[in-house]
């Protein structure tokens, strides 16, 4: 995102890696734009990709037009999954 502007698809997995570095910039500074920064990731997790029920979030946006069916990351493998990052994020 840059402002209301959305530049290009991202995976829920991508916002959550984004808010979890941005509250490491800010632990690692006391510098609280970036708890900032780690609020709007969320936000805009919260916004493209969370599901109706508010149970979990899917993996691409809620305006992908790219894939037939939507899923979620649930499933950790080499790299944490989307729901692993998201919960550690919040």
């Known amino acids: 995102m840059l402002g209301a502007r959305k530049l290009f698809p991202a995976l829920s997995s991508d916002y959550a890696a984004m808010a979890n570095a941005a509250i490491s910039l800010f632990e690692a500074t006391g510098n ?16 493209w990709h969370a599901d109706t029920e508010k149970t979990g979030y899917y993996l691409t946006a809620s305006d992908s037009t790219d894939v037939p ?3 979620r990351g649930d499933v950790d493998e080499a790299i944490p999954s989307a729901t692993g990052q998201i919960i550690e994020a919040l």
Do not use: M, P, T
């Open 32 to 47: 609280w734009s970036y708890v900032d920064q780690a609020g709007q990731f969320i936000e805009q997790l919260d916004h």
């Open 69 to 71: 069916i939507r899923i």
